[in-house]
């Protein structure tokens, strides 16, 4: 017998043209050295990678989307201007060591939009503004009841003040408008009562801090209203528009690939668009509660319906479900035999490519922002479609149909027989009759999407379009 090779070390063997075989032993670097040195290049390659990697992210986040970048160099503007609070002695000499309050107003109200930087700005002001002054007039009331009153009054003032602004957070109405100028209440209440327990001058401390806010604040909203801003309203129309598209991509997607069993990455990507829909409701309400704090701008008027993109948004995730309800139906491990499917692909597919032209439709009138009189045709050949796919339905074979089965007769294996094969049938019938359904439900929450668009060009008198052109 030949001698094996040691247990540590790996056989390697090559065919040489002239047919002869060699073969040897590897044997693996030895050595303290090259241990180190394979740690190391771990150690130095993996964080390299990473850096690199975040480094790749970043770009392309950048690139596909330059507001940010903007944002970020408007808050590096913004805290560069209220710096010179401390690096300019004549400015320093005017606010003290109260300054930083202006630094601290840029970093905690300057947002990504014009309207939620408002809101911030406004509500830290008013907040301020109410707080120090009944911390002053409490501070006042309580400085003239006497050494023994005076922490009584301040203590029983601040338990009582700051348990109503918290509970007023509660409600819903200033919950959605005021939250952050109530917590600032209650922060700046609790600071002057606190401090002006201990402080002689509180009156000019209080008004050093109101004005570096007060200038920290305008700096933010001059910058971001006027330098390349980034409007709430703009944001909220934009993600309606995308989201309407979205659902027009994934729907007509899903449809196809199951009838054609033909998909790529590109529409395998379309087809799961649906879920961002169903994603973006906390920020179509965050955008339209900022969007009430911006002026008129652009093409939005100061009475704009910003509540009815609610509504449209409402209705575009209540047709999300039921796409991610077909989508999931698809992917089920029952599935119908290829001779129904092909029955029933033609319907199905023309009733997901007219519903999507009812989308795409509506997807237009928001980027257009002009009336449309195809979302009624549009409606109509889908409601056509919907009644051919309903008969296309009916007019599958009758024994695939939902038949009672025949009761067996003892001894009877035939009609035993008989009645197992229909019930097969039943089950093999069953992923279209879901899929039809399904396909019908979602019909009728995108006629509803149409009628809530429909509403929002009536209400935001949008301008009728002068020629228009069927979508093909």
């Known amino acids: 017998m030949g001698k094996e090779a040691p247990v540590d070390k790996l056989e390697w063997k090559i065919s040489v043209d002239d047919g002869t075989l060699k073969k040897g032993i590897l044997t693996p670097e030895s050595g303290a050295f090259h241990g180190v040195w394979v740690a190391l290049q771990f150690v130095i390659k993996e964080p390299i990678c990473r850096i690199r990697n975040f480094l790749e992210k970043a770009w392309n986040l950048g690139v596909a989307e330059p507001k940010k970048v903007i944002h970020g160099l408007k808050v ?70 006497g050494d023994e009153f005076e922490p009584i009054i301040l203590g029983m003032s601040v338990f009582i003040l700051a348990s109503a602004a918290t509970f007023s957070r509660f409600i819903p109405s200033v919950k959605s408008r005021f939250d952050y100028g109530a917590m600032i209440f209650i922060l700046t209440f609790s600071l002057v009562s606190i401090s002006g327990y201990r402080v002689d001058k509180l009156f000019e401390m209080a008004h050093q801090r109101l004005s570096t806010i007060a200038v920290g604040a305008s700096l933010c909203i001059i910058i971001t209203m ?17 989201n309407l ?49 911006e002026p008129a701008h652009g093409r939005f008027s100061y009475r704009h319906p910003w509540k009815q993109y609610l509504k449209v948004g409402s209705a575009l995730r209540g047709c999300g ?30 009733l997901s490519s007219h519903a999507s032209n009812v989308l795409r439709e509506s997807a237009t009138v928001m980027a257009t922002m002009t009336k449309s009189s195809n979302i009624r045709s549009s409606v109509g050949e889908m409601q056509y479609a919907v009644k051919d796919l309903q008969n ?34 039943m089950t093999e019938v069953l992923p279209l009759a879901t899929l039809v359904s399904l396909l019908m439900e979602t019909a009728a929450r995108i006629e509803d999407i149409a009628n809530e668009v429909i509403n929002l060009a009536e209400q935001a008198d949008f301008k009728p379009v002068t020629s228009e052109k069927p979508i093909q």
């Not at 039921?322 to 089920?332: A, E, L, P, V, Y």
């Not at 007019?395 to 019930?423: R, W």
Request: aromatic share 12%.
């Open 76 to 145: 590096g503007l913004a805290l560069s201007l209220v710096s010179l609070f401390y690096y300019m002695r004549p400015l320093y000499d005017g606010f003290g060591g109260n300054a930083m309050w202006a630094v601290m107003t840029v970093v905690v109200v300057f947002e990504y939009t014009v309207g939620a930087t408002l809101y911030k700005c406004i509500n830290r002001a008013t907040g301020t503004f109410l707080a120090g002054s009944l911390g002053l007039g409490i501070h006042w009331i309580a400085s003239h009841a």
């Open 226 to 242: 006027f330098f390349c801003p980034t409007w709430a309203g703009d944001e909220l129309h934009s993600l309606i528009h995308t």
């Open 245 to 293: 598209e979205k659902l027009a991509d994934s729907l007509y997607g899903c449809v196809v690939m199951y009838f054609t069993n033909n998909c790529d990455d590109d529409s395998s990507k379309k087809m799961e668009h649906y879920k961002c829909v169903l994603n973006s409701k906390a920020a179509e309400e965050s955008l339209a509660n900022f969007v009430r704090w």
């Open 321 to 350: 479900y039921c796409i991610g309800t077909i989508n999931s139906s698809m992917n089920s491990e029952f599935e119908a035999p290829d001779f129904l499917k092909k029955h029933l692909s033609n319907a199905c597919i023309t």
């Open 392 to 425: 296309a339905f009916l007019s599958l074979p009758n024994c695939y149909l939902a038949a009672k089965p025949l009761a067996p007769l003892d001894g009877d294996s035939k009609t035993a027989t008989t009645t197992k094969t229909t019930v097969l049938s």
